[in-house]
């Protein structure tokens, strides 16, 4: 929010959304941009102290994130076993369009059929959402390394490309903790 925007006396503030909405008013102050601005600096800049320790560190969890054998593995053996129940499903179907089956009987194996081609299917979902979340996590914390790798000295002032590529979120309550995107938390105290 902008305060006093057509005066001398402007300033940008943030403030939580809901300060005055509902009947149960968030308590949480506000705080001036610059406060935050200073804080990510000081934060930031602990980073920078043990950034090769940090980057080393990502290194090796990059590493298991490109390591996808055990899920492809996995996609394998469900799209096996997917394969194994149509062909069970073309079996069935065939069996009972050639002679008359008892058909309490073939719906109950159908069933079983559906059941289980619908759990290999809710697996193979499972299994691609984990690639797709490490591939998002991985592309993450290569963009954060970067930003680390290319930051030489200590941060002296505010720099708006080096939040918005390191950042995830910021909360604010007593303290302001900044949440990383390689996933470390740092609390600051409000100045």
């Known amino acids: 929010k902008v305060w006093h925007s057509n005066s ?19 308590k949480t102050p506000h ?22 320790e940090i980057i080393t560190g990502y290194e090796v969890i990059l590493e298991e994130l490109l390591d996808t054998t055990k899920l492809e593995k996995k996609v394998a053996n469900i799209q096996n076993e997917m394969e194994v129940v149509e062909e069970l499903f073309r079996k069935i ?3 009972n369009s050639r002679k008359a089956m008892n058909q309490k009987e073939y719906s109950k ?16 979902n499972e299994v691609e ?39 995830d979120k910021v909360v604010i309550e007593d303290d302001i903790t900044f949440y990383f995107r390689d996933g470390t938390k740092i609390k600051e105290e409000m100045i």
């Open 8 to 26: 001398k006396y402007k300033r940008t503030i943030w403030q939580c959304n809901y300060k005055f909405k509902n009947e149960k008013k968030c």
């Open 31 to 52: 705080i001036y941009e610059d406060q935050i601005k200073e804080a990510f600096i000081k934060a930031f800049n602990s980073l920078i102290e043990d950034k090769e």
């Open 93 to 95: 179907v065939d069996e």
């Open 109 to 124: 194996r159908y069933n079983e059929l559906v059941g289980r081609y619908k759990k290999a299917q809710d697996e193979l």
């Open 129 to 167: 959402e984990k690639q797709q979340e490490n591939k998002v996590r991985k592309d993450s914390i290569d963009t954060f390394i970067d930003r680390l790798k290319s930051q030489e000295t200590i941060l002296t002032e505010f720099d708006e490309a080096l939040w918005t590529s390191t950042i």
